[in-house]
């Protein structure tokens, strides 16, 4: 047998390891395409001058959103900050800016453009700024799933329930299959919507494409039990589950994780705890069911920030979540007395969050200011009105 010999040579980029580094294109992938423009020296002096007279030019005809894990540099522009769901539906709300720029990932500039009008035009000032969890689901993989959901007989008793993380192909799918979008503060209430839509006892949800926000609420939030739930794995013929599997289950999830959230584990629980007497853990939803079930407290960004106002001088916290607004928050609580700590050891930044820097967003304002419109998000007319049939039902949860 002869073994092929791999020299360095032989060894090609992957178009990943291109995408991160800002170059190439992979349509198929939240991770998008190159940056066509020439952008700003990150070491120019003069970008927040920069940034501020471009926006200033274009006035009211730009918003600018900053999601919460957005860094300082980036965030100190926003018009408003929040989660996705709450941006997209601030930049609804403000239409006469003819330009949003979403500084956040693509999915969320996906779902701005669904939820405005067709008068305003979406940007992203990174197109290389994806989120993995996004990927983790394609449209291809779901219509492959949904062939097995129904060679094993049940298509017709599953509801989808989408989290808001997934690419406007995902929320088009569960449109379409009579599905909901939830969000991490209202996942529960998306669960329970969706075992109403039929029978309860026969009815089942698959959930896309985070799997520990679906195990968490279905276990931690509503009493199912581990074995309520499969494990839908994309990689593998018929998800690797058997048609009995499948009949079984309550909850399908699919195998996507967060790589940020994903992070966290037991031991940096049990190791804050030792190192902090008295802490008070408070972790995202999208952490993995045994970091969820360690901690005191679980909720979602907002519920974080929300908790965290509320919480007395003198109080301990150890956050599980991105490291940008961990910080943030830690910053703007300690003259309050409130020791705010990263729940890990090691530094964990959402990465493809943190692509959208402060020569980005110059070089995006400039553009526009000068009549250049760039980086366009835009999704296309079947795409939206069944992704929007999925968000309206999310809209209209109890
Ligand atoms: S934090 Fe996680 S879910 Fe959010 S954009 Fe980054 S990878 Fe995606």
């Not at 291109?18 to 066509?36: H, Q, T, W």
């Not at 009211?60 to 539906?89: C, M, N, P």
């Not at 993989?141 to 097995?148: L, R």
Request: hydrophobic residues 40%; charged residues 25%.
């Amino acid at each position: 047998m002869t073994t092929a010999q791999t020299t360095e040579l032989d060894v090609q980029p992957t178009p990943l390891a291109l995408l991160l580094l800002g170059r190439e294109a992979d349509p198929k992938s939240e991770r998008g395409v190159e940056c066509p423009g020439d952008l700003p020296s990150p070491s120019d002096p003069d970008l927040v001058a920069r940034a501020r007279a471009a926006k200033e030019k274009l006035g009211d005809k730009v918003f600018v959103l900053g999601h919460h894990y957005q860094r300082d540099e980036v965030i100190q522009f926003a018009d408003v900050t929040g989660d996705s769901f709450k941006l997209a539906r601030d930049a609804a709300a403000r239409p006469e800016a003819e330009y949003i720029v979403f500084c956040g990932v693509h999915f969320m500039a996906e779902s701005a453009d669904i939820l405005t009008s067709d008068d305003q035009k979406v940007v992203l000032p990174d197109l290389a700024a994806g989120c993995s969890m996004a990927d983790m689901a394609t449209a291809e993989q779901v219509a492959e799933c949904w062939d097995v959901l129904t060679e094993a007989g049940i298509a017709e008793q599953v509801v989808p329930v989408s989290y808001m993380n997934s690419s406007a192909d995902i929320k088009a799918f569960t449109g379409k299959h009579g599905g909901t979008i939830c969000t991490s503060s209202n996942a529960q209430r998306a669960l329970e919507w969706a075992f109403e839509q039929g029978e309860p006892s026969a009815t089942k949800v698959l959930f896309l494409p985070d799997q520990h926000l679906g195990r968490n609420t279905a276990v931690r939030d509503m009493g199912m039990s581990l074995d309520d739930c499969v494990l839908y794995n994309p990689h593998k013929p018929n998800g690797g589950l058997t048609a009995e599997q499948l009949r079984n289950a309550k909850m399908i999830l699919w195998r996507g994780h967060c790589s940020v959230h994903g992070r966290f584990s037991l031991d940096s629980v049990n190791d804050v705890r030792e190192r902090i007497p008295g802490v008070n853990v408070l972790v995202h939803p999208e952490c993995k069911h045994e970091v969820v079930s360690a901690a005191d407290y679980v909720g979602s960004t907002e519920y974080i920030i929300k908790a965290l106002e509320a919480a007395p001088a003198g109080s301990k916290w150890a956050i599980g979540t991105e490291l940008n607004l961990v910080r943030r928050l830690a910053n703007r609580f300690a003259p309050e007395g409130k020791e705010i700590v990263f729940l890990d050891k090691t530094v964990c930044f959402c990465s493809t969050m943190n692509r959208i820097d402060l020569p980005h967003l110059v070089w995006t304002l400039e553009s526009l200011a000068e009549g250049n419109l760039v980086n366009r998000i835009e999704v296309d007319n079947e795409t939206e009105a069944f992704a929007k049939l999925a968000l309206e039902r999310m809209l209209a949860l109890p």
